[in-house]
């Protein structure tokens, strides 16, 4: 036994849980979708979706282990949670149904219980969610088909509220956000949903959504007929453009940690040690020793705001 065969003994155990399940009526969790179309190609066509790699499997796996934990969190901070036994559950619009399980309720001081919907978010996620308008938002289809969750289970169970509890994969920290009853979202959410099964009805498909962003990675791309693709040089990726900014606004720390670090050598001078009122000074030499670089090729990246 070697770290090569547990490694390749972990990838298959997760590559034997990928399958492709069948679709046969929206549901509350991918009726927030933004492409109506991948949403009838998802009832029509569910055979034909391209399975998911192992890469997102051990993430669907983890966010099992976080519910667990996010669960616990909320228990610690005294707060009563009810997992619902009727794990299934439905609501009919013309055409079709719009099934549904939530995950837990929280009891609040009137003993009204509340639906939360668990996730676990990413920290660049974590820290940018803070209302509902954050998550309709947000680029990434997943994240802005959520709130569609809760619409749909505030709706089916006459609640004025609803939250997230959001966790922090990187730190397991657990936050809440509070997601009221918008009537217009919930009425329009409907009708997208009787738009999808008069679609079906009539084996016409809908138009795909106008953001090409959507397209990449769609499990349905190779059958949609109608993909507006992003060129593969170009990376729709508003995390990395959370780091760019980051870079930037410490750039000018930098500077001044370069030429702060300058003065203080040059008031050091020669001197092998200095104290200061709060500080100890060593100055210690060493020797460096030469080599020569191999010849290689090199990249220097530039980056200019658009």
């Known amino acids: 036994m070697n770290a090569m065969e547990i490694n390749a003994k972990l990838f298959k155990a997760k590559a034997d849980k990928i399958k492709v399940y069948p679709c046969n009526n929206l549901r509350a969790s991918n009726l927030g979708h ?80 509340i639906p939360v919907e668990i996730k676990g978010i990413s920290p660049f996620e974590f820290d940018k969610l803070n209302s509902v308008d954050d998550f309709l938002k947000s680029k990434k289809p997943y994240i802005k088909g959520y709130p569609a969750q809760l619409f749909i289970y505030m709706f089916k169970f006459e609640k004025e509220k609803s939250f997230f509890a959001l966790t ?36 016409t498909p809908p138009e795909a959504c106008e953001n090409i962003s959507f397209c990449d990675g769609c499990s349905l791309a190779h059958i949609c007929g109608n993909v507006r693709r992003v060129p593969t040089d170009i990376e729709l990726d508003d995390e990395l ?49 030469a080599f020569t670089v191999p010849e290689s090729t090199q990249y220097r990246m530039t980056i200019k705001r658009l």
């Not at 959370?242 to 020669?270: F, M, P, S, T």
């Open 34 to 113: 933004p492409c109506e179309r991948y949403l009838y190609l998802l009832i029509k066509n569910w055979e034909e979706q391209k399975p998911h790699d192992v890469g997102l499997q051990n993430i669907f796996d983890l966010g099992n282990t976080l519910e667990e934990h996010t669960i616990k969190n909320i228990k610690e901070a005294g707060y009563e949670v009810i997992t619902p036994t009727n794990y299934s559950w439905k609501v009919d619009v013309k055409g079709g149904i719009i099934t549904g399980r939530e995950d837990i309720r929280i009891k609040d001081e009137n003993g009204e219980l």
């Open 168 to 203: 922090n994969k990187l730190t397991g920290e657990t936050k809440f956000v509070e997601v009221p009853f918008d009537y217009e979202y919930g009425e329009k959410l409907l009708q997208k949903a009787e738009r999808i099964y008069k679609a079906l009805e009539n084996d």
């Open 241 to 289: 453009d959370e780091l760019i900014n980051r870079k930037q606004e410490l750039a000018e720390a930098k500077k001044e940690y370069e030429q702060v670090d300058k003065e203080i050598k040059a008031k050091v001078g020669e001197r092998d040690k200095v104290i200061t009122g709060q500080y100890l000074i060593e100055r210690k030499s060493f020797v460096k020793k």
